[in-house]
């Protein structure tokens, strides 16, 4: 929801700390006030009207006078111990609301495990914050639950697919048996749906985050990708540029070629038919070590470019029929990216075609 900018909660609070503050002190001074006149009245009871308090500030009533520029520096000073105090006590009263912000956002980037068990009597605030680890303990076992479910599913989905290759590779081996274009086709059925196993598993166990990280250097890595992939773009007639300095981040090595690797294949594949350009390049940032990948390709579509990260979407505008893939590449590059506390954003090219740019945490240390 968009909202007008506002004052914040601390600041509303420490306003109405003073503000309150301030109208009890005037109350206060205009009760000393009217026992001053009483005094002066030779005990009589005496309540002032509105021309009393204009008369305080003639010169000629020396006796309210006097009182005046007194409850002035009072008002003064209340003011600036309600102010001190207000933003004071405000700031202690709005603790356990920070805490709860800074828990939201830790859950946002990924993390599910933290708690913020917020301590103290029940209140509001405390109420609060049982409700929110209550939820995050059921997303986080609901989450835990899909994920050893794809685990399961993809370990039980090896086994019978690689029987079936091994048949097909038996049967296209028998001399005595004249191979078929049905078989072919199964060959190419089986691979692909090898592949989606593997994909899957890979999927489950980097949201699992549970790898090592080791001091990485992208632009090697990008390096290693390219010579990978370079016979896949000569076949394609695409040319791959590749540029860029040391870029130390911090990772599973594996998992952050499997992610160039993923985002290099999808650019080669997703290309012009003829004379198509690949750009990788990596770049050290203050606190971010960035590696882009940008083909070039027809205009495409910003609202269907956000989808392209979701499993099993493809573009299908774009896509090479010989190298489909499974529609999980991007979405692998994701997960690895979000894995390694990092960011993955997809923009079109003004001229066509697509560019990632994924943004790691850097290091200071440089690789050897």
């Not at 990772?251 to 997703?270: D, K, M, P, R």
Request: hydrophobic share 45%; net charge negative.
């Amino acid at each position: 929801m968009n909202r007008a900018p506002g004052l914040s909660v601390r600041l509303k609070l420490t306003l109405s700390y003073a503000g309150f503050l301030m109208f009890a002190g005037a109350l206060l001074l205009a009760a000393v006030w009217v026992f001053l006149l009483r005094g002066s009245l030779n005990g009589r009871l005496y309540i002032p009207d509105r021309s009393d308090f204009l008369r305080v500030f003639s010169p000629s009533n020396f006796g309210p006078v006097v009182f005046v520029p007194a409850a002035i520096l009072a008002l003064a000073f209340l003011l600036v111990f309600g102010l001190a105090g207000g933003w004071i006590l405000a700031g202690r009263m709005l603790t356990p609301l920070n805490l709860i912000t800074d828990a939201t956002r830790t859950a946002a980037s990924g993390s599910l495990s933290h708690r913020i068990e917020l301590e103290g009597r029940q209140d509001e605030f405390r109420e609060l914050a049982d409700a929110f680890d209550g939820m995050l303990a059921r997303l986080e076992a609901h989450v835990a639950e899909q994920q050893r479910f794809a685990a399961n599913a993809s370990h039980e989905l090896r086994t019978p697919l690689a029987i079936t290759r091994t048949l097909l590779d038996v049967a296209r081996n028998d001399p005595s048996r004249e191979s078929s274009e049905l078989d072919e086709r199964l060959r190419v059925v089986n691979a692909r749906a090898i592949d989606l196993t593997e994909a899957l598993l890979l999927l489950s166990r980097t949201d699992q985050r549970s790898f090592a990280r080791d001091d990485v250097d992208l632009s090697l890595i990008a390096e290693e990708a390219t010579e990978t992939l370079l016979p896949l773009a000569e076949k394609s007639g695409v040319v791959i540029e590749t540029l860029g300095d040391v870029t130390p981040t911090s990772g599973s090595h594996a998992l952050l070629l499997q992610l160039t690797t993923n985002l290099l294949h999808n650019a080669i594949v997703h290309n012009l038919p003829e004379h198509g350009t690949v750009r990788i390049s990596t770049a050290a940032a203050p606190e971010a070590a960035v590696l882009t990948v940008e083909n070039t390709g027809d205009t495409l579509d910003p609202h269907a470019v956000s989808t392209l990260t979701e499993p099993f979407q493809r573009g299908t505008e774009r896509i090479r029929g010989d190298h489909a893939g499974v529609g999980l590449g991007l979405a692998i590059a994701k997960s690895i990216t979000q894995a390694h506390d990092g960011t993955l954003s997809l923009s079109p090219r003004a001229d066509g075609g697509l560019r990632v740019t994924v943004r790691l945490p850097a290091t200071t240390r440089r690789v050897s």
